[in-house]
């Protein structure tokens, strides 16, 4: 697949005089920009009060942008329901774990759940969509703004009792089933009634597991059917793409699940706020890192949402950046400016990945209100902000440099989010964590200088991969169970894959049950940081450990003898979570099995296939040699 690459910015002009919009404008195109974001947080502007548009401003902001030759992205504003709107629907607010409405004065103020506002949030949608749908300068949609950020996806509010116990009754058609499902004669918890039911919060000690699991399931449909309400509206009077812009490590609900319902995945991407706030990594690594922005984050979340976007074409998904960070944030905990030249450097490692357009936040930074301290390309005064020059030399970049393809991996990585809730609702220690397993092992790829097709759970063909890792999937679908056993690809599994049943009870005959693998987990421990057991040849497990029996092959041992990974044929199953040694060697000896090349990068260093092009990244703030070649701090070559 061959991939035109473009640029964008976000822009508000609601924020701004009507006499600077043409100016805004031409610089944007001088600039190189192709698109232009507008009207996601515009709502208390385009409709004042119930019913009462006032579309004149938008009319001449299209007729602005068009005219300069900008491709709008129209974003429909329900991420921010204006105060009158809780006039209509008082309780239509999100309530937090604690029992809490979710009041209004910032954003994403709404529950999932609640009808009445998703029937409002529809009609908006379909009110822009008839006035802007077919206008020439519109060239694509993104619907509300960042599903879950803030922790908005799990609500505990009236309207998500009510809606949880319709869900459940047309899941189990009976109390005896989901009392049966759930394993409700433990304590006494059995139900007659459905609405007996409440969420499980507020409860003396843990829920029952089953139960938090549905009610992680459930929440995550009630974002797919809110989406789908949205994405029906437009499409009755728009031909133009659909997408959302998803977020950095946010897990609450299952973006396969929209990705099907949306031509283009586009996700935000802050690489210096997400160090800070999204990573558990020791106090010297945020501090190497604080200018430049961990070196796997933004690859791993760019592999996932082309995987997203695969979801509505498999052939030729497409995916974005729709707001890229340009400089420094205002929500970390700390908010360092970048390097000079990562606003360059992330903008390719995005391309390198398949992104079709990175699109910079924002195009002005605001002087009021929460994000007075976001950077944009320009100044809250109108001058050029360091990112406008980075920008520039990429779009200086793009016209020379050719259009490059992006085919398949040869390594495939699963991810799932019904697995990271199960390790949520039942984590068994402290630090074990879905997400974090999987990210580990993607870093661990990457260090050896692999490229890395994330694929979703319930995938049904692994042909042309070498090597597949399934870590910490806790019910494999049958689809993938079917495609692992007719795989010839070297298979790595585990820890804790195939560990539970869908309701999230323990299997007998007990797992992981892989058909071909006599390897059976007998006991989990779960470690102290301080307690790492070390193996026979590398590194130490650490987190989780299982005790592992059977007459399959042992291919590590700890350094007491005992099995930590067992192999039949092309499958191994590996009953402990790796240090990053430990990891090391396991994943060196697969690829060597699989006839994978691995590279022996430089720390900093990481590389991208795209194609017939190579892209070499450093991380680092100090120069690196690599393969005879100098790249600087926040170099990029190809």
Same mark, same amino acid.
């Given at each position: 697949?061959?991939?035109?690459?473009?640029?964008?910015?976000?822009?508000?002009?609601?924020?701004? $005089?009507?006499?600077?919009?043409?100016?805004?404008?031409?610089?944007?195109?001088?600039?190189?920009?192709?698109?232009?974001?507008?009207?996601?947080?515009?709502?208390?502007?385009?409709?004042?009060?119930?019913?009462?548009?006032?579309?004149?401003?938008?009319?001449?902001?299209?007729?602005?942008?068009?005219?300069?030759?900008?491709?709008?992205?129209?974003?429909?504003?329900?991420?921010?329901?204006?105060?009158?709107?809780?006039? &209509?629907?008082?309780?239509?607010?999100?309530?937090?774990?604690?029992?809490?409405?979710?009041?209004?004065?910032?954003?994403?103020?709404?529950?999932?759940?609640?009808?009445?506002?998703?029937?409002?949030?529809?009609?908006?949608?379909?009110?822009?969509?008839?006035?802007?749908?077919?206008?020439?300068?519109?060239?694509?949609?993104?619907?509300?703004?960042?599903?879950?950020?803030?922790?908005?996806?799990?609500?505990?509010?009236?309207?998500?009792?009510?809606?949880?116990?319709?869900?459940?009754?047309?899941?189990?058609?009976?109390?005896?089933?989901?009392?049966?499902?759930?394993?409700?004669?433990?304590?006494?918890?059995?139900?007659?009634?459905?609405?007996?039911?409440?969420?499980?919060?507020?409860?003396?000690?843990?829920?029952?597991?089953?139960?938090?699991?549905?009610?992680?399931?459930?929440?995550?449909?009630?974002?797919?059917?809110?989406?789908?309400?949205?994405?029906?509206?437009? &499409?009755?009077?728009?031909?133009?793409?659909?997408?959302?812009?998803?977020?950095?490590?946010?897990?609450?609900?299952?973006?396969?699940?929209?990705?099907?319902?949306?031509?283009?995945?586009?996700?935000?991407?802050?690489?210096?706020?997400?160090?800070?706030?999204?990573?558990?990594?020791?106090?010297?690594?945020?501090?190497?890192?604080?200018?430049?922005?961990?070196?796997?984050?933004?690859?791993?979340?760019?592999?996932?949402?082309?995987?997203?976007?695969?979801?509505?074409?498999?052939?030729?998904?497409?995916?974005?950046?729709?707001?890229?960070? $340009?400089?420094?944030?205002?929500?970390?905990?700390?908010?360092?400016?970048?390097?000079?030249?990562?606003?360059?450097?992330?903008?390719?490692?995005?391309?390198?990945?398949?992104?079709?357009?990175?699109?910079?936040?924002?195009?002005?930074?605001?002087?009021?209100?929460?994000?007075?301290?976001?950077?944009?390309?320009?100044?809250?005064?109108?001058?050029?902000?360091?990112?406008?020059?980075?920008?520039?030399?990429?779009?200086?970049?793009?016209?020379?440099?050719?259009?490059?393809?992006?085919?398949?991996?040869?390594?495939?990585?699963?991810?799932?989010?019904?697995?990271?809730?199960?390790?949520?609702?039942?984590?068994?220690?402290?630090?074990?964590?879905?997400?974090?397993?999987?990210?580990?092992?993607?870093?661990?790829?990457?260090?050896?200088?692999?490229?890395?097709?994330?694929?979703?759970?319930?995938?049904?063909?692994?042909?042309?991969?070498?090597?597949?890792?399934?870590?910490?999937?806790?019910?494999?679908?049958?689809?993938?169970?079917?495609?692992?056993?007719?795989?010839?690809?070297?298979?790595?599994?585990?820890? &804790?894959?195939?560990?539970?049943?869908?309701?999230?009870?323990?299997?007998?005959?007990?797992? $992981?049950?892989?058909?071909?693998?006599?390897?059976?987990?007998?006991?989990?421990?779960?470690?102290? $940081?301080?307690?790492?057991?070390?193996?026979?040849?590398?590194?130490?497990?650490?987190?989780? &450990?299982?005790?592992?029996?059977?007459?399959?092959?042992?291919?590590?041992?700890?350094?007491?003898?005992?099995?930590?990974?067992?192999?039949?044929?092309?499958?191994?199953?590996?009953?402990?979570?790796?240090?990053?040694?430990?990891?090391?060697?396991?994943?060196?000896?697969?690829?060597?099995?699989?006839?994978?090349?691995?590279?022996?990068?430089?720390?900093?260093?990481?590389?991208?296939?795209?194609?017939?092009?190579?892209?070499?990244?450093?991380?680092?703030?100090?120069?690196?040699?690599?393969?005879?070649?100098?790249?600087?701090?926040?170099?990029?070559?190809?």
């Amino acid at each position: 697949m061959s991939l035109r690459r473009t640029l964008g910015t976000c822009y508000y002009p609601e924020h701004w $005089p009507e006499e600077v919009w043409a100016e805004d404008a031409r610089r944007m195109a001088d600039l190189g920009l192709t698109w232009v974001r507008i009207g996601e947080f515009a709502w208390s502007r385009l409709e004042p009060r119930p019913g009462r548009f006032d579309w004149g401003w938008m009319d001449r902001a299209f007729e602005t942008l068009g005219g300069a030759g900008l491709k709008i992205v129209l974003g429909t504003p329900t991420a921010t329901p204006p105060r009158w709107m809780l006039e &209509r629907h008082p309780d239509m607010l999100a309530h937090d774990a604690e029992g809490r409405p979710r009041g209004f004065g910032s954003r994403r103020h709404y529950c999932f759940s609640h009808a009445g506002y998703r029937a409002e949030a529809a009609r908006i949608a379909e009110e822009l969509a008839k006035r802007y749908g077919r206008h020439p300068a519109l060239g694509a949609w993104q619907t509300d703004n960042e599903y879950g950020c803030h922790d908005t996806v799990i609500s505990h509010s009236p309207a998500a009792r009510a809606a949880f116990r319709d869900w459940l009754a047309q899941k189990y058609q009976s109390t005896d089933a989901l009392n049966r499902a759930w394993g409700n004669v433990f304590w006494s918890m059995e139900y007659e009634s459905f609405d007996e039911i409440d969420l499980p919060n507020l409860t003396v000690t843990e829920p029952n597991p089953s139960h938090a699991l549905d009610f992680r399931r459930f929440s995550s449909d009630q974002v797919a059917r809110w989406n789908a309400a949205q994405v029906e509206a437009i &499409r009755r009077h728009s031909d133009a793409p659909i997408s959302h812009n998803y977020m950095g490590r946010i897990v609450e609900f299952d973006h396969f699940a929209l990705g099907a319902q949306m031509e283009i995945a586009t996700w935000d991407s802050y690489p210096l706020g997400f160090l800070e706030d999204r990573l558990e990594e020791p106090p010297e690594h945020k501090r190497r890192y604080a200018r430049q922005g961990d070196p796997d984050f933004q690859a791993f979340h760019h592999d996932l949402y082309r995987a997203v976007a695969s979801r509505f074409d498999a052939e030729a998904p497409r995916w974005w950046v729709m707001e890229q960070q $340009p400089g420094p944030v205002n929500w970390a905990p700390h908010n360092p400016a970048p390097l000079p030249g990562m606003v360059r450097f992330w903008t390719w490692e995005a391309f390198a990945h398949g992104a079709e357009c990175v699109s910079y936040f924002r195009w002005r930074q605001a002087p009021f209100a929460q994000e007075q301290y976001h950077a944009g390309l320009l100044r809250p005064d109108s001058a050029e902000a360091p990112a406008f020059a980075e920008a520039r030399q990429v779009a200086d970049e793009l016209a020379e440099m050719p259009e490059v393809g992006l085919g398949q991996a040869r390594v495939a990585l699963v991810f799932d989010y019904t697995s990271a809730w199960a390790w949520t609702v039942q984590p068994q220690g402290r630090g074990c964590d879905y997400f974090r397993l999987v990210f580990e092992v993607y870093r661990g790829l990457r260090k050896l200088g692999l490229s890395v097709d994330i694929l979703p759970p319930d995938t049904d063909s692994l042909a042309g991969y070498r090597l597949v890792l399934v870590p910490g999937l806790v019910t494999l679908s049958e689809p993938l169970k079917r495609a692992l056993g007719e795989t010839t690809a070297q298979v790595l599994l585990g820890p &804790r894959t195939n560990a539970k049943t869908a309701a999230l009870a323990t299997p007998v005959p007990l797992p $992981p049950a892989i058909p071909g693998l006599d390897a059976t987990v007998a006991r989990v421990e779960t470690l102290r $940081p301080d307690m790492p057991v070390p193996m026979e040849r590398a590194g130490h497990v650490t987190l989780w &450990r299982e005790e592992l029996e059977g007459t399959a092959e042992v291919v590590d041992r700890d350094a007491q003898g005992r099995p930590v990974a067992m192999r039949a044929g092309n499958l191994t199953y590996l009953g402990g979570w790796p240090d990053p040694d430990f990891l090391r060697h396991l994943l060196i000896r697969a690829c060597a099995e699989a006839g994978v090349e691995t590279l022996d990068l430089p720390p900093d260093i990481r590389v991208r296939q795209a194609g017939d092009t190579r892209f070499v990244f450093n991380h680092g703030p100090e120069e690196v040699v690599f393969e005879g070649r100098t790249i600087p701090p926040a170099g990029v070559a190809w």
